[in-house]
């Protein structure tokens, strides 16, 4: 099925670990993006990709980094793991047809403890 | 911080009943966009409104948008114990470094059978 696919779909991390987040998403669009989502609240945006090769910061950005791998790819790093970011992460891409909205991954639920 | 802000942040109504939520947010936009989140799930794009439109139809779902009064509002037609779930506005805005969406925080929708 076509759609934007994230791994893992869970994780535990000790504070001061690492790990990177995956994306992939086979509908060819141009933008992706990453989005945190704490309980009780909407989604925070991280970083995005509005194509190939370039990045942006978001809302809220510190302790994060991303690269576009290719079209398809995007992916999210945590350099030295918080409780702080202990949230659920969202992927999503937007096509460049602008009566369409954004399509969302499934989440990946994230612990740092 | 959140560009949006929702009312009510709670509804719980009995199937059958239509549903009114309703959105406020800050900055000039392109478009407006709803979503669902089913509990544990992935958000689902709904309907999107362009800021040259004021109203807007998808089946039992109807959308409308003051750009003078910065609100929009989501209405659900005879609502099913299936629509129970959060649901949240967002406002696209396009940049020089690619469009982004900025989320509100949620109404939380449960519809008893």
């Known amino acids: 099925n076509a759609g934007v696919t994230q791994t893992p779909k869970f994780q535990v991390l000790k504070t001061g670990q690492s790990m990177t987040l995956q994306c992939a998403q086979d509908m060819n669009h141009n933008s992706m993006y990453w989005y945190r989502q704490d309980p009780g609240m909407g989604l925070r945006l991280i970083y995005y990709?509005?194509?190939?090769?370039?990045?942006d910061k978001g809302e809220v950005p510190n302790g994060y980094n991303v690269s576009r791998l290719n079209k398809r790819e995007f992916s999210l790093r945590l350099e030295s793991a918080a409780p702080s970011q202990t949230s659920v992460y969202f992927c999503?891409?937007?096509?460049?047809?602008?009566?369409?909205?954004?399509?969302f991954g499934s989440g990946t639920r994230l612990t740092v403890v | 911080s959140q560009q949006g802000e929702e009312d009510p942040q709670a509804l719980s109504i009995q199937e059958g009943e239509n549903a009114t939520m309703n959105c406020s947010y800050k900055?000039?936009?392109?478009?407006l966009q709803w979503y669902r989140q089913n509990s544990g799930r992935g958000l689902v794009h709904l309907i999107l409104i362009r800021s040259n439109e004021r109203e807007k139809h998808s089946g039992r779902l109807r959308v409308t948008l003051d750009t003078s009064k910065k609100s929009s509002s989501l209405l659900i037609t005879a609502s099913r114990a299936a629509d129970t779930a959060s649901y949240f506005c967002?406002?696209?805005?396009?940049?020089?470094?690619?469009?982004?969406?900025?989320f509100g925080e949620g109404t939380q929708l449960t519809v008893n059978p």
């Open positions: 990709s509005a194509s190939e090769g370039t990045t």
């Open positions: 900055t000039s936009i392109n478009n």
């Open positions: 999503a891409s937007r096509g460049a047809d602008t009566l369409y909205g954004y399509t």
């Open positions: 967002a406002t696209e805005s396009w940049e020089t470094s690619g469009s982004r969406l900025t």
